[in-house]
């Protein structure tokens, strides 16, 4: 960080203020820092602004950390108030860097924006860093960043002239101008910074300015200051030679010698290259020395250059064991040369380690499996052959395929079908690609389409290519292929870029105008959704209803999907609808069967029939579709309208699995994990489900059995194999994996707090759909472990959130306010906006207007009476668990009487075990002999307890306590007193899993 070379020693500092009457603190030897942090601690809790700078900057001195310089940062804030320079620049560059605080561009601004008017240098250069690379919110603005740097550099600022030179060169932010940029580099380079010499090198290298042969002349002027870095970039030029220079080997190596011997790994690995190229034995000894010494950096690439000489055993010895030692941990981490490389050692052994066919097998499959050429060679070559297990001669073909002629077009697609279906024959994208293209070549455009599909989704191992699969696609449209053109038509509208859209919508409509029904009911599709295209309900009845005149069974159920969602200005109609999907399922189409069930069941524009309904919905199950068994097993769990039947929901759910459909398995795990009906909760066989979803790819079981893993529930607690499949998930685009994520990194729960990653995966989960997401991020930050470096910013986060209606956006904001996060009548804001939302009927907002009538806040006091009257007046909005809490909860405000605590021993039972912690808790803080009640219950009802429910702390409570923390063997908390709040919290966990429920 640049303004880090302004951070002083912490000096002297013995102020002496009292901590209360009659005493002071000791005066510090001036070596003493234990001592001298004290003092500056007493004399920043007492208001002395030169302590907290002083103090500040004792702390920033010491190594990072987010307790210290959150610390830091907030000294800092109260000091920048006083107008102090020092403070305000450098708390800018810790919100810039998101160092002790959030990172946060618009705090930077508001700090560093008053000075630089003011005419600080640092300021300007601050700003120039700032729109540079960006800080959340505030985006890179490399035109804004040239700007600032342009200003700070012609007042002298080293950072800056730097900065601008980088820019110039690039034409970030500036029109290019090399010239300019070598005059500031050139000025710059006159301090004798190696790196500035090398950045000149690298102009002239790089053929941005003329004659490429300076590049050697400020090469070397770094490597004479011993930089090794320097010496690489020398010894390549002349490697090669540049310009007017021709290659000189003896300097090359002459340079990499320098390198190597300062212990540069890039030094030691071209040193040994060009070692080994001479062809010597002496050479060679002396490159495998090299290389032995980079490899010991923990690099692959020293490590199987080195390794694959040793089992070649021709430049070097023979040395299996060696090459296997050096190779296996990056196998281990899935590193593709070094799992082919441990393929070929096992395939025909090296010295003392004997060939293992089985062994070389499995690492070519891995490398296989990465998509390594070589690996797949060699792995279909041993499968043909039987090496190493058992012969499947099916496979290696796949793997190997062998040209093969054929005349019949039509038997070419066919037989091509047949590979990409991978039924009849083991899947083979190759052969299906080559019987296609046979097709093709002979005049058969159905060829071109059906490669254009196996491009487009990918196959076997043939990986997506939309470009290719687009050619294909393209080619067929010109010889006239009513497949190809709606197959086009479909990449554009799902893979292709937005210009292409209009194009899509122009090849569907062509051939709707054709009478291509297909392609008329897709188009048609695309106007009810509204998705791609504007949403056209008039366009879309008028090409669906000559269609279903005709009796279509596809445009009858299209109707129906229009009439019961609506289109632009044509509204939803679900009488229409259901008369629609009636005619439909008629002629047996059963996407109408399903939504007609549906519609049945709920009496939904039909008049209700869940018999008949639930008879559709058993009839499309019954064809195999799995998803028909997934939505039967739905309802039939929901037990809406129809009889509850878990057991018959297992089956559903089991069938569609059965029917190879791993979304059953998350619904199977979480009818397992909740239990219902006659289905006792069996978190272990949910955990299995999921595992089984997982292992399908399906982000929905990676996400769920992640959580499961972190809370150790079902299975053994294992926040990094969660963490892996979340990460898995979240690559694929998954709202939900990034949201959990992002919850992980920004509440530290599980992960140590991480900004970056909390906001990037919030972001992430935003981007997928998760429109809470970055409303969450913002509490998080706001009140979690981040918030003494990004609290401002959450609290940013959380407003965008209500000016853009996030549901529960404005009851979270009220939190905030109500927390005094946001000015000294946060609480008197609180109560208006929450007011509003009870009103509208939110329950949320009423159970935190009763926690603010308890406890006040900023501008508010506490009211019993005004949380007593809102809890009568509104409770209809609360379930029973949340009136029993809130119920304890305003009963635990008053001193303790008789009757308060019979009211609190009646509400008890009836809270929900989730909240009872929190309850004891509360109580503890706010009513001792209420909490003292609450244990007295919890206790007897346990058989711990048999005295009087008093809500005093006689001998027998506390025996009764003193046998509960033996049974969950915490007695050591529990020797600090009953009264303390680990044994609250302890106690409260406890009894929220008693055996039997609270006893009034």
């Not at 969602?565 to 399903?594: C, H, I, M, W």
């Not at 799995?626 to 509850?644: E, R, Y």
């Not at 209420?930 to 919890?938: D, E, H, N, R, S």
Request: charged share 20%.
């Amino acid at each position: 960080m640049r303004l880090w070379s302004t951070i002083a020693a912490v000096s002297v500092f013995a102020l002496a203020v009292p901590v209360d009457a009659g005493a002071s603190p000791p005066l510090c030897r001036t070596a003493d820092h234990a001592c001298l942090k004290g003092q500056l601690e007493h004399a920043a809790t007492a208001g002395d602004i030169v302590a907290k700078i002083e103090l500040a900057r004792m702390l920033l001195n010491e190594p990072e950390s987010g307790s210290n310089w959150g610390r830091a940062a907030g000294l800092l804030h109260q000091a920048a108030r006083t107008g102090d320079a020092w403070s305000v620049s450098i708390l800018a560059s810790l919100y810039r860097e998101g160092k002790g605080v959030p990172e946060d561009g618009r705090q930077v601004m508001k700090l560093l924006i008053p000075l630089a008017a003011k005419g600080s240098i640092g300021a300007v250069a601050g700003l120039g860093d700032l729109f540079a690379s960006g800080a959340t919110p505030i985006a890179p603005d490399p035109q804004r960043a040239a700007r600032y740097f342009a200003r700070a550099a012609a007042e002298g600022d080293v950072h800056s002239k730097y900065q601008l030179a980088l820019m110039l060169l690039d034409g970030n932010g500036v029109r290019a101008d090399i010239a300019r940029a070598i005059t500031l580099l050139e000025e710059l380079n006159r301090s004798g910074d190696p790196w500035i010499s090398i950045q000149l090198g690298e102009v002239y290298a790089s053929g941005k300015s003329g004659p490429a042969e300076r590049a050697i002349d400020y090469f070397a002027q770094a490597a004479e200051t011993g930089n090794a870095s320097a010496m690489v970039r020398l010894a390549q030029m002349y490697q090669t030679g540049i310009g007017t220079v021709g290659p000189d080997l003896q300097i090359a190596m002459d340079l990499l010698e320098q390198a190597a011997a300062l212990g540069d790994m890039g030094g030691q690995v071209q040193l040994a290259l060009v070692l080994l190229a001479s062809g010597t034995s002496e050479d060679a000894s002396q490159a495998i020395e090299l290389l032995e010494r980079a490899a010991e950096t923990n690099q692959a690439w020293p490590a199987t250059i080195l390794a694959q000489l040793y089992a070649e055993g021709r430049q070097a010895p023979l040395d299996g064991a060696r090459a296997v030692g050096l190779l296996q941990p990056f196998a281990d981490q899935g590193v593709t040369v070094a799992l082919t490389g441990l393929g070929g050692i096992y395939a025909k052994g090296a010295g003392i380690v004997p060939a293992d066919p089985a062994l070389a097998r499995h690492y070519f499959e891995q490398a296989a499996g990465s998509g390594d050429l070589s690996a797949k060679n060699r792995l279909g070559f041993m499968l043909i052959n039987g090496e190493g297990g058992t012969a499947d001669v099916a496979r290696g073909l796949r793997l190997l395929e062998p040209v093969m002629e054929s005349g019949d077009t039509w038997a070419m697609l066919q037989l091509g079908d047949t590979y990409a279906q991978g039924t009849a024959l083991p899947q083979n994208a190759e052969r299906a690609l080559h019987y296609y293209g046979r097709a093709a070549e002979l005049g058969n455009a159905a060829g071109l389409s059906r490669i254009g599909m196996i491009y487009r989704n990918g196959l076997a191992d043939v990986a997506p290519d939309l470009a290719q699969a687009q050619e294909y696609f393209e080619r067929a449209l010109a010889e006239e292929d009513a497949t190809g053109r709606i197959q086009l038509a479909l990449l554009l509208l799902e893979d292709g870029p937005a210009q292409d859209i209009a194009r899509a919508e122009q090849l569907l409509a062509a051939a709707a105008s054709e009478g291509d029904a297909w392609a008329t009911t897709i188009l048609a599709d695309l106007l009810t959704r509204g998705e791609k295209v504007e949403a056209d309900g008039a366009r879309a009845l008028a090409l669906l209803q000559p269609l279903a005149e005709q009796g279509n069974a596809a445009a009858l159920s299209g109707l129906g999907v229009l009439y019961a969602r609506g289109a632009g200005t044509l509204e939803p109609d679900p009488a229409k609808a259901g008369a629609y999907f009636e005619q439909a399922a008629a002629l047996n189409d059963y996407v109408a069967k399903s939504r007609l069930g549906m519609m049945l069941i709920a009496g939904e524009g039909v008049a209700v029939d869940p018999a008949r309904g639930l008879a559709l919905l058993r009839e499309v199950a019954a064809i195999g579709d799995g998803w028909a068994k997934i939505q039967l097993g739905d309802v039939l769990s929901s037990g809406k309208n129809v009889p509850l039947d878990p057991q018959g929901a297992l089956a559903a759910y089991q069938a569609a699995r059965d029917a190879g459909l791993p979304a059953a398995a998350i619904k199977l795990g979480y009818l397992f994990l909740y239990g219902k009906g006659n289905i006792a909760p069996d978190p272990a066989r949910a955990a299995n489900h999921f595992a089984d979803a997982a292992e399908a790819d399906l982000s929905a079981g990676k996400v769920s059995l992640a959580l499961l893993l972190l809370d150790g529930k079902g299975v053994e607690k294992n926040v990094d194999q969660a963490v892996d499949l979340l990460q898995e998930a979240a690559g694929h685009s998954d709202a939900w994996a990034s949201g959990v994520l992002g919850g992980l990194y920004a509440d530290g729960r599980n992960l140590k707090p991480d900004y970056r990653q909390a906001r990037d995966f919030s972001q992430a989960a935003f981007n997928a759909g998760d429109q809470a997401a970055m409303l969450r991020f913002g509490m998080s930050l706001a009140i979690g472990p981040l918030a003494p470096d990004h609290r401002a910013e959450g609290i940013d986060y959380v407003t965008e959130a209500v000016a853009a209606n996030i549901p529960g956006a404005v009851v979270e904001l009220a939190r905030l306010q109500s927390m005094g996060l946001m000015g000294s009548d946060g609480a008197v804001e609180a109560e208006r906006n929450l007011l509003a939302e009870i009103e509208a009927g939110n329950p949320a907002a009423l159970r935190l207007l009763l926690q603010v009538y308890r406890s006040g806040g900023p501008g508010l006091k506490a009211s019993p009476r005004k949380a007593r009257g809102l809890l009568e007046q509104h409770a209809a909005l609360l379930t029973s668990p949340a009136l029993a809490f809130e119920t304890v909860a305003l009963h635990s405000m008053a001193p303790a009487t008789e009757a308060s605590l019979s009211e609190i021993g009646a509400a008890l039972s009836g809270i929900a075990s989730a909240d009872f912690p929190q309850a004891v808790q509360m109580m503890f803080w706010g009513n001792k002999n209420a909490y003292v009640y609450a244990l007295q219950f919890g206790l007897r009802d346990v058989g711990l307890y048999s005295g009087p429910m008093s809500g005093y702390l006689t001998k027998q409570t506390i025996s009764a306590i003193n046998q509960a923390c033996a049974q969950q063997q915490i007695e050591e908390i529990c020797r600090r007193g009953p009264l303390t709040p680990e044994v609250a919290v302890s106690l409260g966990e406890y009894l929220a899993t008693r055996p039997a429920p609270l006893r009034s």
